[in-house]
Each structure stands twice: as C-alpha cells, then as structure tokens.
C-alpha cells in the first residue's frame, strides 16, 4: 500500500506530539488528582466539624433558657400559684427568650400539681401565654385583677360549650407587651405530667432531651429540652420545657451550605428523620400522625448513604449513584446531649472538586489547542515539502494522457524540487508543441485503453463521415492566402471540436474536408447515431459561422456531409518510424463518395442505408433513391439526414412523409402518380432540387 510523503510526516510528527502530550498530561494529572483529593478530605472534615459545632451551638440556647428557669424554682412557683399581675415573672422572662431565640418555638413549666403555664410566640410580633389550672381559681382571680386596673372592657372571648370551672385560658399580648384580649378555652385535659417531656426529666432528674414527638398544641413534630427543679429538700416540684419545632430546625441545617449541593440532617439510631431540609417531616398514618422514616426520603443516593452507615458504622466514606460520587460524614451528638443522633452530610464529590474539574478540562483544552497548533504546523511544513512534489506529479498524470491545456509554474525554495520543475516544464512545453501534429484524443484514449503504437489493426462495424467545402476552389481564388487560412482554421477547428464532443475521433485533415470516424479506438453501441448528431451539430455550427462572417464581409463555407455505417479495417498503419491510427477499406471509399453525392442532389447530409437502418430512431431520414457509386457493382440506397426526431418540425415530418410516398410510387413504376405527387411537393418547396430530379425522371420515363 502506498502512502503519500505528506501524510507520513503528519503521522510521524503527530505521533511524536501525541505521546509528548500524553505523557505529561496524565503524570500532572496523577500528581494534581492526589493533591485535590487529599485537600478534599481535610475540607471535607472542616466543614463537617463546622456544622456539627453550628448544629449544637443552635441548640444550646434551649438548654441554657431551661436551666435558668430551673434555678429559680420560687420565682416559678408564684407564677403557677399567683395571677397578681397582668404578667408574671415567667412568662415576662420567656416571651423575652422567644424574641431573641426565634428557633424556639414554645418555654412552659409544670408543676407536681398539673399546674402548667405556656409562653408561645405568635405571627407579627405578638406573643400568647396559656394558662392551664386545675382548680379553676386563677382565671377569675385575674378577671377581678383586669377590673381592678380598669381592663374590663378588655376583650374577653369564651368558647362553646365551656364548663362552669375553667380551668385553661390563653392571655394574648401585642407587639409591644400590652394585653390584647383573653381566650377562655373550653374544658382542658392536657396534664402536663402525663407528657414525655415531663416524665423524662421526672426519670432524669437532670437535663433531659425528648425523643421527637408531635406537639399537643402546633400539631407538629418537635423535640423538647427539659429540666427538672426541686425544693429544698430536694424533692422534684416541677419541670422547665423548651420547645424546638423540627421544621425550624430544618430551616437551620438548609442554611449550612456543604458545596453547592449538599445536604444536612439528623436522625436518630433507628433512622427516624429528625431534621431535614425543605420537607414535611410528618405523616398521618392510621389517623396518627408519625415522623418519617430515611427509607422513605425521595433520594436514592441519601437513602444508600444512610444505609451504608448502618451496614459498615463508618463515619466516612462515599457512595456512587448514577455514575455520581457522594462523599458521606455522619457525627454523633455530645454525650451531654443525651441523644443518640447523628449529623448527617452528603454532598457531591464534584463541588469540591468542580473547581479541579474545570482546571482539568481547561488542561485539556489547552493541550489540544496545542496539539491542534502543532499538528497544525506540522501540516504546515508537510505540505510545503509535498505540495510541490504532488503538483508536479498530478501534471505527470496530465501529461500523460495528453492534458496540455493551461500553463503549469511551480516555485519552491528547494532546489531539487526546483530544478524537477523545470524539467517538467519543459517536457510539457515540447509535447504541447508536437500535439498540434496528431490527434491528440486519439492518442489519448488509446493511452487509457493501454493500447501501446504497434503496427496492425482489426476489423471493426464503424461509421465514417466525410466533410468538405463546397466551391472551395473558386473561394480560395479570390480570397488572399492568409486570411483564407485564418478562416479555414476556425472552420476546421469547429468541426473537429464538435466531433470529439460527439465521441468522434478525426482521422485527418483533408485540405479543406475532414475525415472522421466513431467507434474506434473505443467501441460503442451507439457510433451511427453520434455521428449523425455530429453532423447535425456541425451543420448548425457552419451556419452560425457563416452568419458571422457574412457580416464581417467574408465569403461562407458552406459544406456537404457523406456518412456510411459498415465493416472497416481500424489500426496502426505505416512504417514504426511514423505511423497513423486510421482506418481504410471500402466502406471509408464510399462514405466519401456519399459526400461527392450531395453534390448531385444539391443536398448537405447524405447517409447510406446501413447508417439510416443504425439511427433512425433517433433521426428523421428523406429517402434519395439510389445511385450508382464508383467502385460499387450495384446501386447504393441513400437518404438525407433532416434532422433529430425530438427537433423536427410538423413541417419537415409532413414534407419528409410526402417525398418517401412520392417516391415509393416512382419505384413502383407509377410515373404518372409519382409525377403528380412530386409537382404538388415542389410547388410547396420550389427549391428543393432532389423534387426536381424526380420530377425530370418521371418526365423521362413517360417520354419513353
């Protein structure tokens, strides 16, 4: 197989660079990958600390409130007892916590006694106290007080269907602490020692942190930091709660921003979703409401984290899903806390190391940007090197099937290439200059048949044409040589360029005449019929010549045609100093005298019958009769060639018709009738000389 230089040196160059490039692409890869991953971890375990720290931090403002309440139990006792003031020390205190902690949704205490007091920040500013009192005392013990201090026309709303002890009332307070109205619930039942908050500290006895629970009053889920307190003797009193709405809690850990994409929760040691970003945590489930489990979060690379933790109890790793990475960190809460939860965060790999990617792709870019240039170059440099060697070898090509038109100049700097050119150069000059002597198609398809210059030749079924110029003789004498000769070679030039477009090949030039033949060197079917397109073609050719040269004032050529389709001998004839491919026999002897023929007629295209019976469904033909022709023992049918049968007029079909019936009547011995029809025909074409024969033969064959 063989390879072109250029593209060698492509290969060669390029290979060179690609294994350069490779090389050093993946070894800074391999080092910058171990680099990244290493910062990826120790970022990572930043950012995990970071928002176990932040996580506890938010949390710890409950504990802190808790245990400030606790320490003063008296001051709690009095606020449970006591409905002496609009406000009590309680709830002054905790609706001041609920503005500065808006995390915390609800501060209450219970007492030993069921007595239980609520503080709850409202929507817009304002807040709300719920009083709970078994006994029913306090409510109109803080109605008298409201009269007291001239409050009665305070808005007091009741509820249907009240009992006559009630025993739960809310005090709602504007934005700026000022009592607003009070809503006289209807028969409460909740005791707060009956709630898991309550019982817990109770169990503790210390700080307690409750399991997550749906809240009696807000109907959401929640978790409550208690605190028990005691009396002096060290007997539990009463319990501190502090509310903290998971919801909120959710709020707070989609705010920790883990990469672009990651994610903060908690959950406990079964699964239970404590918190989680952007979610309802709550489902009503048999008309219970319950919290969610992780199985049921609609995260596939969340839930194979989770379970991977519980399967392994490793506290990093990753996981992949759908051809994505996730890194995995899972910390445990403080023992102080109480509660076995866990920190949860996931994220993408890729928004740690996104950046790298990027850089990475950019690497990329670049190398190709520089490959690109380099091959780019090498390209370059290859093409100055074999441009010039395929220029010249393409016009080796060109000379060698004899494809001289145009010039060809190449310059290039090397020398040897340069000197290659001029050779070439040369040659083409030399050969152009003998091509004029031959017949330069003819060679050349002969080249493209492989057929070498040996003497010899075959017989072949060919078609001959002969052209000549009528009255050249009288022409040339009142014409002046030169442009005689001028005009004699356009005529000519016509003529043989019509014939090699019509798949011709001209044998020579006969002063003014040609002689051409079809179907040699290459064979074809079809050698009759593009000869008389040929024929056709240069008619119209001659014509539009003439037209120009009458209006220069220069006298026309006009030509007659003689075609005949028959055996002929085609080859290589001469000596092996100087030969000529033509062809010779009888067959190219009576194509001549077909054209001597017009002559009598006073016609332009005569054809024999072979030709005629070759093309006539292609050509609209006149039959001539027959005519004796020397070097023949009997008469030859000749025909006129009139014109294609997709360009003739009804006219030349009618006038065509006509002249054959005419002349079938003649032939018939019919004289009398071919007589009549032939006069009919020439009054209608009163110059067409071959009527005009007819005319005269049936005259004479009446006369004798």
């Not at 290459?522 to 593009?530: C, D, G, K, N």
Request: proline content about 3%; aromatic content about 10%; some cysteine.
């Amino acid at each position: 197989m063989k390879v072109k230089l250029k593209v060698k040196i492509i290969v060669a160059f390029s290979a060179l660079l690609i294994t350069t490039v490779l090389v050093i692409f993946l070894y800074t890869q391999k080092q910058a990958f171990d680099g990244i991953n290493q910062i990826t971890q120790d970022l990572f375990s930043v950012i995990t600390k970071n928002v176990s720290d932040a996580t506890i931090t938010f949390l710890n403002p409950a504990v802190q409130i808790a245990k400030n309440f606790a320490d003063n139990p008296g001051k709690l006792q009095i606020s449970l007892r006591n409905n002496d003031s609009i406000q009590t020390h309680f709830g002054a205190h905790a609706l001041n916590m609920l503005k500065l902690h808006s995390h915390i949704s609800g501060i209450f205490v219970g007492d030993i006694q069921g007595r239980f007091l609520f503080a709850k920040q409202m929507e817009n500013g304002k807040a709300g106290i719920k009083v709970i009192d078994p006994s029913g005392e306090l409510l109109p013990k803080f109605l008298n007080l409201l009269e007291e201090k001239g409050l009665q026309d305070l808005n007091i709303i009741r509820d249907q269907n009240t009992s006559v002890i009630q025993n739960s009332f809310w005090k709602h307070f504007d934005a700026a602490g000022e009592l607003t109205e009070i809503r006289v619930n209807k028969d409460d039942n909740y005791d707060p020692r009956l709630r898991p908050w309550y019982q817990g500290a109770q169990k503790a006895q210390k700080i307690f942190w409750s399991d997550t629970y749906i809240f009696f009053t807000a109907k959401k889920p929640g978790i409550t930091v208690a605190e028990p307190y005691f009396n002096a003797s060290g007997e539990l009193i009463g319990v501190v709660g502090v509310d903290i709405e998971l919801d909120r809690l959710s709020v707070f850990l989609e705010d920790q921003k883990v990469g672009r994409k990651g994610l903060v929760l908690i959950i406990d040691r079964e699964g239970e979703v404590i918190a989680f970003p952007k979610i309802n945590l709550v489902k009503m489930e048999n008309d219970k409401l319950r919290t969610i489990q992780y199985t049921e979060l609609e995260l596939p690379y969340l839930q194979k984290a989770i379970s991977t933790y519980f399967e392994t109890g490793k506290n990093s790793f990753s996981v992949t899903e759908n051809g994505i990475n996730y890194l995995s960190a899972f910390t445990t809460f403080p023992a102080e806390f109480g509660k076995d939860w866990r920190i949860v965060i996931v994220v993408p790999e890729n928004d740690f190391i996104g950046f790298f990617s990027e850089i990475q792709q950019a690497i990329i870019l670049i190398s190709l940007f520089i490959l690109s240039l380099s091959i780019g170059t090498a390209w370059w440099l290859s093409n100055n090197i074999s441009k010039p060697i395929e220029t010249i070898t393409r016009e080796q090509k060109k000379i060698g099937k004899l494809e001289l038109d145009g010039e060809f100049k190449l310059d290039s700097a090397i020398s040897e290439v340069h000197d290659l050119s001029q050779g070439m150069t040369a040659m083409r000059n030399s050969i152009k200059a003998f091509q004029a002597y031959i017949p330069s198609e003819l060679v050349r398809q002969l080249i493209e048949r492989g057929e070498g210059a040996n003497l010899g030749g075959n017989e072949r079924t060919l078609t001959i044409m002969f052209i000549d110029i009528a009255n050249f003789t009288t022409i040339s004498e009142n014409l002046d040589p030169e442009p005689l000769m001028l005009q004699l070679s356009d005529y000519l030039g016509m003529l043989a360029e019509t014939i090699r477009l019509n798949h011709g090949t001209v044998d020579k030039y006969l002063g003014d005449g040609v002689m051409a033949f079809w179907g040699a060197p290459v064979s074809s079917e079809q050698h009759a019929i593009h000869a008389c397109h040929a024929a056709l073609s240069c008619s119209k050719g001659i014509q539009e010549m003439n037209q120009s040269w009458e209006l220069k004032g220069k006298k026309p050529f006009w030509s007659r045609f003689g075609i005949h389709t028959g055996v002929t001998l085609v080859g290589n004839l001469g000596s092996q100093s100087r030969m000529n491919y033509t062809v010779v026999g009888d067959s190219v002897n009576l194509a001549s005298r077909l054209e001597g023929v017009n002559k009598i007629y006073k016609t332009e295209i005569i054809v024999s019958s072979d030709t005629r019976d070759a093309a006539e469904k292609e050509f609209l033909f006149r039959p001539l009769g027959s005519v004796a022709v020397k070097g023949k023992q009997q008469e030859v049918e000749i025909y006129e060639l009139v014109e294609s049968i997709k360009q003739a007029t009804e006219d030349q079909i009618q006038f065509s018709g006509e002249f054959m019936t005419a002349l079938s009547l003649f032939q018939a011995g019919n004289f009398q009738g071919a007589k009549k029809l032939f006069t009919k025909i020439g009054d209608q074409y009163p110059i067409d000389y071959p009527t005009k024969i007819y005319i005269e033969k049936c005259l004479e064959k009446e006369r004798s």
